[in-house]
């Protein structure tokens, strides 16, 4: 059974960071470029950042860079994500996917799992 599941979310207040974790289970890691995306209140939902599967590339959404950082652990079968710098406008859900020998900035539509999504809440 194909899992992916997000946590550490949270609330924090603005300028405080937090980290990510998304485990994956029941499919090879290792084949899948992995994103993240978010969803804020009243908005669609939108990418973050994607890394390749071997850790190679990075990519990420113009409003989060320099503040988030994308890594993943294919021996640990998780990927994370390192938020620095928070805003009230990064409050939203935040989803992990994957995307079987994807890019790493695929589209949407091109991802084949997706998890449940953890909630941040940044407050100002």
């Known amino acids: 059974q194909v899992q992916l599941v997000e946590s550490g979310g949270g609330l924090v207040q603005a300028g405080d960071s937090l980290r990510l974790s998304c485990a994956a289970s029941?499919?090879?890691?290792?084949?899948?470029?992995m994103g993240w995306f978010r969803r804020a209140p009243g908005k669609e939902r939108e990418f973050v950042a994607g890394?390749?599967?071997?850790?190679?590339?990075?990519y990420y959404g113009d409003s989060v860079k320099g503040r988030f950082n994308i890594s993943r652990d294919n021996a640990k079968n998780t990927m994370y994500l390192q938020m620095n710098s928070l805003k009230p406008e990064d409050t939203a859900v935040y989803y992990c996917?994957?995307?079987?020998?994807?890019?790493?900035?695929?589209?949407?539509?091109?991802?084949?799992?997706w998890g449940q999504g953890t909630q941040v809440t940044v407050s100002s």
């Open positions: 890394i390749t599967r071997s850790n190679t590339n990075t």
């Open positions: 029941g499919f090879t890691f290792s084949s899948y470029a």
């Open positions: 996917a994957a995307d079987y020998l994807g890019s790493g900035r695929a589209p949407e539509y091109a991802y084949n799992y």
